[in-house]
């Protein structure tokens, strides 16, 4: 007994002269507290006292993971500062949720407090509901490092929650195919970073590859293949992984728009399908779904009824965006009705999607969202439906009464800036391959991709969430999503468009843009903890890509844009 208690003392001295007395924590928690101490895990550690499944789960996982990275800081401290030895060792981390029981929806209580003590013993995690256990889990992982061959927990006081209760990440399965096992490696690396929503728009003029037990034929001859498909097996595995890591799941499928192939199976219920898509598309194929017929106001109400009710989350996306008049103008019935009616085809659409947002928010009890397009081209909806931003002022729709997600494309959508994707487009040459003022698509310019230049994770950190948002605004900002349409994106690449930079979008929601005495958080600030977050990220399995030569990460500030010592 007297070995085994020199032996830890010994360890705990030499860890007070090697470790800094911070970790990199990222999101970066509302409120810490750090004591100065390293606790290290006894051989016996345990997570204890967790009741509901979901947790019971993570305690293990986490606990597994722990011990498997044995994390080593890559990121050097910018202070050195020296640890004092806890009186003994960490023996558990004991669990205490006030509700175990609770649905996993909007704005359920995330928040935990999370205390390490300097003394160690036993750590504590308090949480007001299973999901803010798996949050404060999470944050006790990256408090967890390997120094000198031992597990040591730096000893903190820390009380959080979130700035924003809807925290999400859109992905694009229509576009390109994403296999299950690429989003469920996602929703992981969503959970490490605490997001909460994934946004999964699962349809597109492109491919069908959702099945609808209704019209199964819509997959039949609208996906890319037999394989490209998600069964409704593949759907609830999915909602149901995401659900064990505190994450809804809100479907959307798109419309009127974005439904060209419908008319693989449906040929009737589509215009301009068989047109070549410039005149008519913001992207090809053309197509979007008749306004004025029946049958395919039918088939709408049928997938979109089997979608709410496979989807267990209270909100539901209607998707409409991107609407061409030129398309619908090609129709005569469409063309003769506005004429006679003295109204617009935009009108016409303003008029199918108040049908359609009605009847998802009466008939089938969800809330709806939808893309800003049908109110920022001059439409009008009911006050209960969600608005996702993604050009105009967040303040356009909050002074609206309307609450909103904010997906700001200048800022988060994470496909840009990648080139065109269109084929035999000859502005890519260049005459004289040099700059002159007449080639602004090469040099200076978007180069094919409309939403040019690529956001860095700097840029994403930079938005300002409560900028022009009055306080006594009607309509609220929920949050934020980074999307990440699949135009050139498969599963090949998926990680490295979305990691480390949804981290950065994942802090920004979770800890805000202002800290709880109201300085403006800074890139600078974050910089250290994102470059270590992303090789912890590599670790645990997901192929983030690079932020900097490893060089700059091992040599802190000297990468800078400007000399730190002058600021």
Known sequence: MKFTSLSLACSLILAATTAQAKTWLLPIPQELEWTGHAATLSRRFTIRGAQNHYVRSAAKRYSDLIHKERWVPVQPAYEEETLEPSGSGLSSLDISVQDNSAKLDFGIDESYTLEIPADGGKATLNAATWVGALRGLETFSQLVVEEDGKLVAHTVSIKDSPSYPHRGMMLDSSRNFLPVKDILRTLDAMSYNKLNVLHWHATDAQSWPLVSESHPELTNKGAYSAKDIYTPRDVQRIIKYAESLGIRTILEIDMPAHTGIIAE????????????????????????????????????????????????????????????????????????????????????????????????????????????????????????????????????????????????????????????????????????????????????????????????????????MEYGIAADSPGKVLGGEVPLWAEQVGPTVLDMKLWPRGGAAAELWWSGSYDKEGNRRTARNLLPRISDWNYRLIARGIAAQPLQPLWCVKHPERCNLNDPSES
């Open 265 to 464: 199976a449906y040929p009737d219920y589509i215009i301009g399908y068989e047109e070549f898509w410039a005149a008519y598309a913001a992207e090809p194929p053309s197509g979007q779904i008749d306004l004025l017929n029946d049958d395919a106001w039918q088939l709408v109400k049928d997938i979109v009824k089997e979608g709410t009710e496979a989807f267990p989350d209270s909100f539901y996306h209607t998707g409409g965006d991107e609407i061409s008049a030129a398309c619908y103008e090609l129709d005569e019935n469409i063309v003769n009705y506005t004429k006679e009616h003295n109204m617009t085809t935009h009108e016409l659409w303003f008029q199918w999607t108040n049908d359609l947002v009605k009847y998802v928010s009466e008939d089938l009890n969800k809330r709806p969202i939808v893309w800003e397009d049908p109110i920022r081209d001059g439409g009008s909806l009911p006050k209960n439906v969600v608005v996702q931003v993604w050009i105009a002022p967040p303040e356009n729709y909050t002074s609206l009464g309307h609450d909103v997600i904010i997906s700001t494309a200048d800022y988060f959508y994470l496909d840009c800036g990648n080139g065109g994707w269109v084929g035999d487009d000859p502005r890519y040459i260049s005459p004289t391959q040099q700059p002159t003022p007449e080639d602004t698509f090469n040099y200076g310019g978007i180069g094919g991709s409309w939403c040019a230049p690529y956001k860095t994770w700097q840029r994403i950190y930079s938005f300002d």
